[in-house]
Nanobody, 124 residues
Framework: QVQLVESGGGLVLPGGSLRLSCAAS????????MGWFRQAPGKEREFVAF????????YYADSAKGRFTISKDNAKNTVYLQMNSLKPEDTAVYYC?????????????????WGQGTQVTVSS
């Protein structure tokens, strides 16, 4: 059974940083593509960041470029999202997602497995 567990969310001041983690069991990250998404109250879930199965290709939403970095540790079967220079508009529940395949996947409907989400609140 595949399970993804996010952690690392919390309350942070504007301009601050957080690192989200997503630990997987039941699958091997080295064989799967990974994505981070977020959903703010009253809004649809939106793409944030993507990493290919090899780790050699990453892709970011315009809102995340230059501020967020996706990475993974295959030995720990964990994917990370480092978020810097956080803004109030980054406030949302953040989800990690996993799927097999060799392409770039930025649509939530393309992912098979999801974590439960972790709340990120950016506020003074």
């Amino acid at each position: 059974q595949v399970q993804l567990v996010e952690s690392g969310g919390g309350l942070v001041l504007p301009g601050g940083s957080l690192r989200l983690s997503c630990a997987a069991s039941g699958l091997t990250f080295s064989n799967n593509a990974m994505g981070w998404f977020r959903q703010a109250p009253g809004k649809e879930r939106e793409f944030v960041a993507f990493m290919s199965w090899s780790g050699g290709h990453t892709y970011y939403a315009d809102s995340a470029k230059g501020r967020f970095t996706i990475s993974k540790d295959n030995a720990k079967n964990t994917v990370y999202l480092q978020m810097n220079s956080l803004k109030p508009e980054d406030t949302a529940v953040y989800y990690c997602a996993v799927r097999g395949g060799v392409y770039r996947y930025i649509d939530a409907g393309q992912y098979n497995y999801w974590g439960q989400g972790t709340q990120v609140t950016v506020s003074s």
